[in-house]
Structures are given as C-alpha cells and as structure tokens.
C-alpha cells in the first residue's frame, strides 16, 4: 500500500479456518472491506508463531497486546483455530527461539531484540498476559510431547 512517500507491505491471507469474532467493517479506498478483529489477528498471531516462528510475528503480538489485546482469552481460542496448537508448546517454542539472532539476521537492533527477549521473558505482573505466561510457563519446562 502507498500513502504519499510512505509504502507499507501487506501479507493477505486467504484461509479457510473458522472466525473466533465477527469481521469489523471497513472501507479501504473507498471500498467496503471486512476485516479481522483485533483479537482474531492475535490469535491468528499465536498459532502463527507456532508455525513459523518468525520475528516479525513476535514483534506483532507484542503490538497487538501492547494495544489492550487479551492473552489469556486468545490462548483459550487458538485451539479452535489450530488443533494443534497449545499454550504449553508455544512457551516451550518461545523459550528457545533465538530472539537476539532472529533480530540480527533481520536487520533489527540489539536494542529491539534485547526488548522483544524481555517481552518474552518478563511480562507485566497483575496483567492478563502475566497470568497467561504463568499458564505457559507451566509447560515450557517439557518438551511437547509430554
């Protein structure tokens, strides 16, 4: 998309996976579009994250939480979307995903992966993604498969 001098890439995703929330309306250049909500997005995230554990998507669930997104909520439905998928493998998957080099080999900053480990590692207390890591954490000492 270009606004002006400003681009912006943008992955679109067709999937026939089923919707947790109702798409939000929208017009994109002028237009009427639906779009997944907030929370679709992040547990679309998630289950992304365990697929492919790629930076940029580690990076967006920090924006999407960072912007009032529940974790708790959106680890209770990533199951739904992906039978495979759960809270414990996440964790056991984050633990090791070697955040620093991810960041490097995508031209980011020691600085921005220092704070995305921390993301990872310290979250907020009293906060719902607090109570969620707590949950993750629960698991992430085994390996998946028990």
């Known amino acids: 998309m270009r606004d002006g001098s400003d681009a912006c890439v943008v992955d679109l995703v067709a999937d026939e996976v089923p919707s947790i929330t109702a798409s939000e309306a929208s017009k994109i250049e002028g237009r009427p579009r639906a779009i997944d909500s907030r929370h679709e997005i992040l547990v679309n995230k998630l289950c992304t994250l365990l697929g492919r554990a790629e930076i940029r998507d580690l990076i967006d669930v920090r924006a999407l939480l ?16 992906d039978g495979g998928f759960s809270p414990a493998t996440l964790a056991w998957l984050l633990r090791d995903l070697p955040i620093a080099a991810l960041a490097r080999s995508e031209g980011l900053s020691d600085e921005v992966g220092r704070g995305l480990a921390s993301f990872r590692d310290r979250p907020r207390q009293g906060s719902a993604r607090a109570g969620a890591a707590r949950a993750m954490r629960s698991g992430a000492g085994r390996s998946p498969q028990g």
Do not use: I, Y
Not at 66 to 80: I, Y
């Open 66 to 81: 960072e912007a009032g997104g529940d974790l708790r909520r959106a680890l209770l439905d990533a199951p739904r979307k």
